[in-house]
Nanobody, 122 residues
């Protein structure tokens, strides 16, 4: 499956962005999906995940209550709504799909998008 992210940009602290991840070559409903982020000089880290059913979601502690993962099956697209953004949220955000395994482990994900830059700065 091919994944393409969009929606990144520069926003002031406290602002919002919605990232999109459009899939082709496969249905997002067939895969547990996740969002990760990587800041300069740091490892790629888990942000949010959604199971195949779409009914179970998980979040990193740092974004709990501020970010929401969702999907639109008709558009074959996964979203990450990000509210109350903070400078520490600045990173490249990646969408990914996995066949199974732990939702928070980036090594379990088989397919990755190219990433989209999010910068939070005043």
């Amino acid at each position: 499956v091919n994944l393409v992210e969009s929606g990144g940009g520069t926003v002031q602290p406290g602002g919002s962005l919605r990232l999109s991840c459009e899939a082709s070559g496969g249905s997002i409903s067939a895969y547990p999906m996740g969002w990760f982020r990587q800041a300069p000089g740091k490892e790629r880290r888990f942000v949010a995940a959604m199971e195949r059913s779409g009914g179970t979601t998980n979040y990193a502690d740092a974004v709990q209550g501020r970010f929401t993962i969702s999907r639109n099956g008709a558009k074959n697209t996964v979203y990450l709504q990000m509210n109350d953004l903070k400078p520490q949220d600045t990173a490249i955000y990646y969408c990914a799909a996995r066949g199974g395994g732990a939702y928070f482990d980036r090594h379990e994900y088989d397919y990755w998008g190219q990433g989209t830059q999010v910068t939070v700065s005043s």
